[in-house]
């Protein structure tokens, strides 16, 4: 498996979705209690490692509504 380094804040959004599930980019914010620019960077650079995948909300289509892949890279600090 490749390893990736990813900075602590798209660590951290990577746990939570993979504790919680698919969520949007304002639910991401309100768990993480990070800046929403910081939630940003951290799903910009996720989706440059090919760790998550984004989804329409049907509900909403302003928001996008992010996932992890099923099968993640090994990630090291």
């Known amino acids: 498996m490749s390893e990736v380094k990813l900075p602590p804040s798209s660590k951290r959004i990577m746990n939570i979705l993979d504790e919680d599930g698919e969520m949007t980019h304002k639910e991401l914010v309100n768990r993480s209690h990070l800046a929403p620019r910081t939630v940003r960077y951290a799903l ?11 989804k329409f909300n049907f509900r909403d289509a302003r928001q996008i509504i992010y996932q992890l892949k099923s099968a993640p890279a090994q990630v090291h600090a």
Request: charged content about 55%.
């Open 44 to 54: 910009k650079k996720l989706k440059e490692n090919k760790l998550i995948q984004e």
